[in-house]
């Protein structure tokens, strides 16, 4: 009875341990599963991460990641070329580095919190079309940069992080100031102020007179006055195409501006249409000299001495 007992304990401890033998297969054969499938998501993971680095590698933009603290944390080989940094120079870097030394498309200086990053980190909205100068002391010059900052948001809505691209524009930059500074010399060109002899100034006006013009036409003579401590000043409009409200207003204006500073205006130049268009817009015109002819004013300027 006993042995027989006994062979029946032995069996029981027999299943028992095929029981957890079972069971440890089972639970082998569920871990090597998820192992596989860790494998298989790192796998996916390194590949796309690899995806993403060659993307980023054939952009002909730069392209960088700023964490929410505005740190560089990823970046593209243009980037390093068109910030002329090194990797171990632009890892790490902030927005507020003052190495940048970066300004606005006007030239004034554009501190860290305005940079575009800062500000779509700051807001949570994407910043476009930006433009600002920074600094290459690699080079010696200065990159003019047309930037996008896109921030990236959580489920939640917190910003994790910020996609930048730009592009150099600087060829285009220095073509447009070129624009500028050439328009500028026209408008000096349009405005000429002819000293003649220590305390006389004469200003031929060729063509239209627009609103700007208007203005250049003041502030070329107003400047001349003072520069020069004229105390006559000739406006010639012989050559003023036509003669409206904007070309009476400025003379009036001019008149009235220079006997502030001490000087006569004398209109010379005033055909007979054009008087009948002042008499019809009934300019008052009480605080000009007026002269025929440019020849007929600079004698009235000379007899005034």
């Not at 009875?1 to 341990?17: F, K, S, V």
């Not at 243009?78 to 580095?97: C, K, N, P, V, Y």
């Amino acid at each position: 009875m006993n042995g027989h007992q006994t062979e029946i304990h032995r069996d029981d401890e027999r299943e028992t341990l095929l029981g957890r033998i079972e069971a440890l297969e089972r639970e082998n054969a569920a871990l090597r599963q998820k192992a596989q499938e860790a494998q298989r998501v790192e796998d996916e993971l390194r590949a796309s991460d690899e995806r993403f680095r060659a993307l980023l590698a054939g952009l002909h933009v730069g392209v960088v990641v700023q964490d929410p603290s505005a740190r560089i944390i990823l970046h593209n080989p243009h980037a390093l070329t068109l910030l002329g940094l090194t990797e171990d120079q632009i890892f790490g870097r902030t927005s507020f580095d003052p190495r940048w030394s970066a300004v606005h498309e006007d030239g004034s200086p554009c501190p860290g919190e305005q940079h575009p990053v800062s500000v779509a980190l700051r807001t949570g909205k994407p910043v476009r079309g930006f433009v600002m100068g920074v600094d290459r002391p690699a080079l010696g010059d200065r990159v003019w940069l047309l930037v996008t900052a896109v921030p990236q948001l959580d489920e939640r809505g917190a910003v994790t992080a910020a996609v930048v691209t730009f592009t150099d524009i600087t060829a285009r930059k220095h073509a447009e100031d070129l624009v500028r500074a050439q328009a500028r010399m026209l408008e000096e060109m349009s405005t000429p102020l002819v000293p003649i002899g220590d305390d006389i100034v004469a200003m031929p006006i060729v063509g239209t007179v627009d609103a700007r013009r208007a203005e250049m036409v003041l502030e070329t003579l107003l400047a001349g006055i003072t520069r020069r401590g004229a105390r006559v000043a000739i406006l010639d409009i012989t050559g003023v195409s036509v003669v409206d409200a904007q070309v009476a207003t400025t003379l009036v204006r001019a008149a009235q501006a220079a006997r502030l500073l001490g000087a006569q205006v004398v209109l010379t130049g005033i055909r007979g249409n054009v008087a009948q268009t002042l008499v019809e817009l009934a300019v008052d015109l009480s605080g000009l000299v007026t002269r025929g002819t440019l020849q007929g004013g600079i004698a009235w300027a000379l007899a005034r001495r």
